[in-house]
């Protein structure tokens, strides 16, 4: 049994499991290939993870997050699970990593968005829906250049996932400053707590925009009932998509075989994708 934790966390909607599942075994099965101690599954709690007696500490042995065994065991904290010091390899989000998390991990590399309307290679953007009015929607910009409709959200309530999250607030609040604007243009902002929550929240009239990753929306669009009762009017410029990482004290060696493993998967699932396109 492998000694190591392994997640892919930030679109593991419940109706996409099997997907999500199917893409760990091919990163699983790429990594073991190449020698790599990878765990047989994905953990999806704070009860997968393994107790770190005394909680996480950094470097300098400063705490910085509680034991998991300490959690909820039927919730999977986020934050716990990429400081957990036998973290192999999981997906977190630029938001967290600027804010500190960065300096806890090492990048292993970016996931390829071309996929969904909004990506270009491993660039993601964010579509700002409102609720639908009948019309088209606004399609993403090809020169992945911001386009924010600043007249149909002014006075508008905002509600965004989470405060660290790029793609729910942080990019709209950059390419807002770009036009001498900020968030101060909404009525109110409220979290959701997740960008599922959020179309659900549009859709329903408990608010009336939010920025959803380009990902994110496409999974709503197959899986969210209440995504037909929003529209895109805008979208956020592109930025670097979430990255993978792994444990601060994984070995270069094994950093340098992981990259090389999930350049082989990406270029197999492209090749997939034009194949069944």
Known sequence: MSKFVAALPMYDWPEARGEIDAQWVRLRDAFRQRGIDAPETIVRSNGDLSPVPGGILDDAGKLIAPDPATLPSAELDFHRLWLHPALLFAQTCWGPMELGLAQHVQVIAQPSYDAFEGGKGELYSSALVMPADGKASVPAPQDGKAVIPLDLLRGK?????????????????????????????????????????????????RADVAAIDCKSWKLAQRFEPAAKGVKVVGWTALRKGLPYITARTTPEKTIAMMREAVAAVERSEQSLIQRIG
């Open 157 to 205: 309530r905002f509600i965004f996932n989470s405060l660290d999250s790029m793609s729910g607030i942080i990019g709209l609040t950059r390419d807002l400053a770009a036009l001498a604007e900020s968030l101060d243009i909404f009525a109110s902002r409220s979290e959701s707590g997740g960008h599922r929550s959020s179309i659900v929240a549009v859709a329903e009239g």
